[in-house]
Structures are given as C-alpha cells and as structure tokens.
C-alpha cells in the first residue's frame, strides 16, 4: 500500500487554492494588489504547482486569516481599555 492510499491519507491532503479563490476570498482584490502584498510580506507565498501553476496551501491562508482576525481583536481590546 503507498502512503497516498493509505488508511487516513485524505485526512492529511492539503488543499491548494487557485489565485482567484484567494482574490475572492478577500473581497474581490485584483492580482496587484495580491502581488504587493506578496511583496511586501503581508500575505503567504504561492507554491508552483506545475509548469505555469501556481496556488495558495489552504492552511497558509487559513492562517493568514487568523492572524488578521487576532489582530483585529486586539485592537479591540486596547481601545476598550
């Protein structure tokens, strides 16, 4: 049995979003706006998935919002104190 069929391997696949799942998921942002942020090190990096492929791990961008969310909340708490 490969370690792809084995028992509980769908469990542990990650899923990779495409750059437009990500755009929208964030409010409908353009590519270069995705890209400066990239740049900037504001938001995770896209892996290569093929020749002319690339998407997001769904986890980093779970993350990302996390921390966003963290954030935000944060900043609630200081201005209430």
Avoid: C
Wanted: glycine share 8%; hydrophobic share 40%; proline share 4%.
């Amino acid at each position: 049995m490969t370690k792809a069929n084995s028992p509980g391997a769908d469990a542990k696949r990650e899923r990779i979003l495409s750059k437009a799942d990500v755009m929208s998921a964030f409010g409908g942002i353009s590519k270069a706006t995705l890209y400066r942020w990239i740049a900037a090190g504001r938001f995770p990096r896209q892996v290569k998935i093929g020749p002319s492929r690339m998407g997001f791990f769904q986890s980093d961008i779970d993350a990302h919002m996390a921390k966003l969310r963290d954030e935000r909340d944060a900043g609630r708490k200081v201005e209430a104190a």
